[in-house]
């Protein structure tokens, strides 16, 4: 029951506390964390009267209640508290793609995933227990949103602060107690996710993550340069949604399979040098490894990823169905050999620090919602973190992929013959409008028209994101996925 102390449970009638316990909890009789309270009787029966009311007593709709709860485990890592409420989430209404949006601790969600009032629930929960002071326009988001359930706005913020406070004190003694001998388990992902490495060759391995539930097809993701697998957190809710949900416009139920590329993240840095076809053939062998048929719905990658995806749509085209190369190019633009040089130069000299925040200020300009002054921020903040936790080795291993490249020219040494082979696989192409001053998405339209132009014609589409910068999954989700959801969706 627990690695610190035996759990009490009085036989029925032998305790009225303990009984009243039981009447609470009804058929599931008492738990491990009752058996650890229980060797405090009085301490038991106040925290089985404040329970009661918290959980039966008060005016908050139970979804809220539990969303509350709910992030409060997330983010303490209560995995027994997690496991003992996600079922009850379930029961009021919250959905798998909600659910997951509420274990994922690295941003609050985008606002399609949960309703306004969820949306302000979650952000208050988060704050309360995270920093305990609660900013003022996050207090006054859940007021104004606490309006559509009553006029007694005041008792229903106090019930609110309760339910947090309370439930932050639950997660806090189940841990301090190891009650249930769990307290070192991860907290549950609302669906199957499994982490793995993958050898390839002799020096390296791959850090993947897979994300799956049954019957659903495949997508592959690859993440920029100096990022990790994490990046498309913000998306994954999307992809998951199920084909019944009205939280999304256009729904997923897809497995996913994340992965960092050769340098990032949990992935080794190889001694041998990387190219551009290198990722790709990476992406090649984890499908054949990982996925039981053998072949995906879709492969979507960003910058450094996206030239990994349309190396990899020449070079294995019978393993996807598609390819989503966002915000990338065919082929090393002039002077940007050099530009790699400087970055290198920049982080060896100054830190990896110096390089993330002249790379944020890059990828996400003012104008974009994760730029200086938008609303996103914070997701700018979580990128910074990833590239500060790129190693410089690392870094040279990617960059040195971007700085001599060249899908497009006939049949190159490395097999690589985009415009050829490429057209086998249905393509779309993706750029933020913000990206590059509009260069990078100028670029991506003219190999459209190169592609199309080709005899016999590929089968290639290009779109572009609004308001959006270098990574527009990142700064402008819900119009990505818009996009990107509808490509899948026709494929």
């Given at each position: 029951?627990?690695?610190?102390?035996?759990?009490?449970?009085?036989?029925?009638?032998?305790?009225?506390?303990?009984?009243?316990?039981r009447e609470r909890r009804g058929a599931r009789g008492l738990t491990p964390l009752d058996g650890a309270l229980l060797h405090v009787p009085a301490v038991a029966e106040g925290w089985n009267s404040l329970l009661?009311?918290?959980?039966?007593?008060?005016?908050?709709?139970?979804?809220?209640?539990?969303?509350?709860?709910?992030?409060?485990?997330?983010?303490?890592?209560?995995?027994?508290?997690?496991?003992?409420?996600?079922h009850v989430a379930r029961d009021h209404g919250l959905n798998t793609t909600q659910l997951w949006a509420i274990r994922d601790t690295l941003s609050l969600?985008?606002?399609?995933?949960?309703?306004?009032?969820?949306?302000?629930?979650?952000a208050f929960a988060d704050h309360s227990t995270v920093t305990v002071r609660i900013p003022p326009h996050i207090t006054s988001a859940?007021?104004?949103?606490?309006?559509?359930?009553?006029?007694?706005?005041d008792d229903l913020l106090v019930e609110a602060a309760a339910v947090v406070a309370t439930y932050n004190m639950v997660s806090r003694f189940l841990i301090s107690l190891d009650v249930a001998g769990i307290s070192d388990n991860p907290v549950p992902w609302p669906v199957d996710r499994t982490e793995h490495k993958v050898p390839i060759g002799s020096d390296h391995l791959h850090a993947v993550t897979l994300v799956t539930h049954p019957d659903a097809p495949w997508v592959v993701f690859a993440n920029s340069l100096l990022t990790d697998e994490s990046m498309w957190d913000w998306l994954v809710p999307a992809v998951l949604a199920p084909a019944t949900s009205t939280s999304w416009p256009f729904k997923g139920t897809y497995n996913i399979l994340l992965h960092a590329q050769r340098g990032h993240g949990r992935s080794s840095t190889t001694a041998t040098p990387c190219t551009i076809p290198i990722l790709a053939h990476d992406i090649a062998l984890l499908i054949t490894t990982l996925v039981p048929a053998g072949k995906v719905k879709s492969v979507i990658g960003v910058s450094q990823g996206g030239a990994a995806t349309l190396a990899f749509a020449a070079l294995h085209p019978s393993?996807?169905?598609?390819?989503?190369?966002?915000?990338?190019?065919?082929?090393?633009?002039p002077g940007n050999a050099e530009a790699w040089q400087g970055r290198?130069?920049?982080?060896?000299?100054?830190?990896?620090?110096?390089?993330?925040?002249?790379?944020?200020?890059?990828?996400?300009?003012?104008?974009?919602?994760?730029?200086?002054?938008?609303?996103?921020?914070?997701?700018?903040?979580?990128?910074?973190?990833?590239?500060?936790?790129?190693?410089?080795?690392?870094?040279e291993l990617g960059a040195g992929a971007l700085m001599s490249y060249d899908l497009i020219k006939p049949v190159a040494e490395d097999g690589v013959d985009l415009l050829n082979s490429g057209r086998?696989?249905?393509?779309?192409?993706?750029?933020?409008?913000?990206?590059?001053?509009?260069?990078v998405g100028a670029g991506m339209k003219g190999l459209r028209d190169q592609w199309n132009a080709s005899k016999p014609a590929a089968d290639v589409e290009y779109v572009e994101i609004p308001g959006a910068g270098h990574l527009p999954m990142v700064d402008e989700t819900e119009k990505f996925w818009e996009k990107v959801g509808v490509f899948l969706n026709s494929v």
């Open positions: 029951m627990s690695r610190l102390i035996p759990g009490r449970f009085p036989a029925p009638g032998v305790s009225p506390i303990a009984d009243r316990i009661g009311a918290i959980r039966t007593k008060g005016a908050l709709p139970g979804d809220v209640r539990e969303l509350m709860i709910l992030r409060v485990a997330a983010r303490n890592h209560a995995a027994f508290e997690w496991i003992h409420h996600e969600p985008p606002p399609a995933v949960l309703s306004p009032l969820q949306a302000a629930a979650l859940l007021q104004e949103q606490l309006k559509q359930i009553g006029p007694d706005v393993l996807t169905a598609s390819v989503v190369a966002c915000d990338t190019a065919p082929r090393t633009a290198i130069a920049l982080a060896k000299s100054d830190g990896i620090a110096a390089l993330a925040a002249v790379t944020a200020d890059r990828w996400f300009p003012a104008p974009s919602q994760c730029g200086q002054g938008g609303e996103r921020t914070t997701r700018t903040d979580t990128i910074k973190r990833m590239i500060e936790a790129t190693s410089i080795p690392g870094f086998q696989v249905k393509t779309l192409l993706v750029a933020g409008e913000l990206d590059g001053g509009g260069k």
